[in-house]
């Protein structure tokens, strides 16, 4: 029986035909390798020949098994990279995505070279945003929120890991003028909010719908932009002179959260496509 490390990245190819592309399976075998191993993925090609020990050979059978039923290779191992970083993963919070990296690097760039401000991330669930940010921008004060407990058990763990001061707390957003403190002012709010609509569900791959928490993802067709509704007129309160609200959006509907927040009163609302051309990124201003 063939057990060398070239032997089961082909078992991986075959096993993972139906739900991956051939690149993708490649890229989850090479994760999977160096979680276990701690040997980079640039050492495969002179280690695939070499057989791996019974241990090893486990561990890839039970990853590949999970990855057979659609579970993210992310909640597998535990964690994923953003932004540079390491973020403890798990079924109750989004897994981050490249395209939030955009959203963190503006924010950086705009605010690197700033004295101290105070920021809050709303719908935070791992924490990787406003953890990023302290990371990069150290001077800078730090808030988050989310409505599930255990997603900020989550984020809390991935901030005193990273040894960043973020203060969170849970909320529900949509609930906001009955529990937030009317004293408290951002130079920043940013949230990443569910803005994915039913309709879409059909465009999503099963690794998303059957195991990643639905409550961070999805809206009503028949209110799209309710969390962003919700977030602007927060930000119309919460917002300090000269403070910048930043949004996640989705992609096909650029044009009506721009609308949206001209007639709530924003202006110098700007429209970023990320790294693949879509619109993804709102930067609006109340002056």
């Known amino acids: 029986m063939d057990n060398t490390w070239h032997a089961i990245a082909q078992s991986f190819q075959k096993s993972l035909k139906e739900l991956y592309p051939d690149s993708e399976i490649e890229e989850l075998f090479l994760m999977a390798l160096e979680h276990h191993t701690q040997s980079k993925r640039i050492h495969y090609q002179h280690m695939k020949n070499e057989e791996a020990s019974s241990r090893q050979i486990a561990f ?6 999970q990855l057979q039923t659609g579970r993210p290779i992310q909640q597998i191992l535990g964690y994923a ?4 970083s390491v973020f403890e993963v798990n079924q109750d919070t989004l897994i981050p995505r490249p395209e939030t990296e955009e959203l963190v690097h503006l924010i950086k760039q705009d605010f690197k070279a700033i004295q101290t401000v105070n920021c809050i991330d709303i719908g935070t669930g791992t924490g990787c945003i406003p953890i990023s940010l302290a990371l990069h921008m150290p001077q800078h004060n730090y808030w988050a929120v989310d409505i599930s407990p255990a997603a900020l058990q989550v984020a809390k763990r991935n901030a005193q890991k990273h040894q960043v001061e973020i203060q969170f707390s849970q909320l529900d957003i949509l609930e906001w003028q009955l529990v937030f403190q009317t004293d408290q002012y951002f130079d920043i709010i940013v949230s990443n909010p569910p803005y994915i609509t039913p309709a879409e569900k059909k465009e999503m ?5 059957d195991f990643e928490p639905h409550t961070a993802l999805f809206v009503e ?4 932009l309710l969390f962003y509704d919700y977030i602007a007129e927060f930000a119309k309160q919460h917002l300090n002179q000269g403070g910048v609200l930043y949004f996640e959006i989705n992609q096909y509907l650029g044009k009506e959260t721009v609308e949206l927040l001209s007639k709530k009163g924003f202006r110098s609302i700007e429209l970023h496509k ?8 709102i930067k609006a201003k109340l002056d």
Do not use: K, S, T
């Not at 890839?60 to 098994?65: D, I, K, R, T």
């Not at 990279?81 to 540079?84: A, D, E, I, V």
């Open 60 to 65: 890839m059978q039970e990853v590949l098994a």
């Open 205 to 209: 791959h099963r690794n998303v719908l």
């Open 221 to 224: 067709d028949n209110a799209p």
């Open 274 to 281: 990320d790294i693949n051309g879509a619109d993804r990124i």
């Open 81 to 84: 990279y953003f932004y540079g």
